[in-house]
């Protein structure tokens, strides 16, 4: 992963379920949010689920297998983030092989759903074919550390 849309990564079960958190910050180097109206572009949240399924298919598979996005069944907004908010993320195994994995998820802010993601496919590929794994077992330990 080339830029890093969660910021921890907890409660993984492994084979299935993990949950992550997502701090939206008001940084313009991350995203401009005056160009958006100041709220989190919901592709973005999308792309926050994903990587905390990639991480939790890392974290199960001892970084050895990586995801790579296939496709999103549905997905539907309920809401928005702003800066200040915590949008916390769950991901929920559907089914899993050792070839592909497919997950639902939600993000939430104060309880509230504001993204509800089904049947998001992954292929799970080598995870050395994609990034260095020592560095991607280094980034796992810090989104996993207390």
């Not at 084979?15 to 180097?29: C, F, H, Q, V, Y």
């Not at 973005?44 to 996005?69: K, N, P, Y």
Request: aromatic share 4%.
């Amino acid at each position: 992963m080339r830029f890093h849309l969660i910021d921890r990564l907890f409660d993984i079960r492994v084979g299935e379920s993990a949950r992550g958190r997502k701090l939206i910050t008001n940084d313009p180097s991350a995203v401009d949010l005056s160009v958006v109206g100041g709220r989190y572009p919901a592709p973005l949240l999308l792309e926050s689920l994903c990587q905390l399924g990639t991480w939790f298919i890392m974290a199960s598979t001892e970084c050895r297998m990586r995801a790579a996005l296939l496709q999103v069944g549905s997905v539907e907004f309920h809401g928005h983030a702003v800066p200040g908010d915590v949008v916390e993320l769950e991901a929920v195994v559907r089914s899993m092989t050792d070839e592909m994995a497919v997950l639902s998820g939600t993000a939430t802010v104060d309880s509230a759903v504001i993204m509800r993601a089904d049947d998001i496919m992954c292929a799970l590929l080598p995870a050395d074919r994609l990034d260095d794994p020592v560095a991607s077992a280094r980034i796992l330990t810090t989104l996993t550390a207390s």
